[in-house]
């Protein structure tokens, strides 16, 4: 009965493992797009967008390197270039061509979609009693829904 719990615990790691490393690739995604925002908004909301998104993009970068050693500290090892974390993530690019409007829509749908996955990853934490990791990933959650819901209500909703 034992080993099978061990399997579980040893699978269950690999798990979390690959959820982590999904988020270090989504929050490197999203620094480079948010970055591409800063740069390129334009429009009557330009200063207030262009504060907004580099807050943004030192949030993600906060994010990033956060979980990273979250990852080394439990036996991990962080997706650490480009082409891993463009191979892992579910954030698309930037096109560089969104009007201002376009850019927090797709934040908006962005960070719904890492908190969703955020909270895969704390059931995967959770199941293996790394609590430690279950609340850095629960802190994050509850910060990527406030943003959407900030910019949700920026836009009216």
């Given at each position: ?13 690999v798990e979390l493992h690959r959820a982590?490393?999904k988020q270090v690739a989504d929050w ?32 993600a970068a906060a994010r990033m390197d ?92």
């Open positions: 009965m034992e080993n099978v719990k061990t399997n579980v615990n040893v699978d269950s790691a982590l490393n490197s995604v999203l620094y480079t797009k948010l970055h591409n925002y800063h740069w390129y908004v334009k429009g009557t909301h330009f200063f207030t967008l262009h504060a907004k998104f580099e807050e943004f993009y030192n949030s956060e979980v990273a050693e979250r990852l080394l500290t439990i036996g991990g090892a962080p997706a650490a270039t480009l082409r891993e974390h463009l191979e892992l993530t579910s954030v698309s690019e930037a096109k560089g061509s969104e009007t201002a409007e376009e850019m927090v829509r797709t934040l908006i749908t962005d960070f719904r979609r890492q908190a969703a996955e955020l909270e895969g990853a704390i059931e995967i934490a959770g199941e293996l009693e790394d609590k430690v990791t279950e609340d850095l990933l629960i802190g994050m959650k509850t910060e990527v829904e406030k943003d959407a819901w900030m910019l949700e209500a920026y836009m009216g909703r």
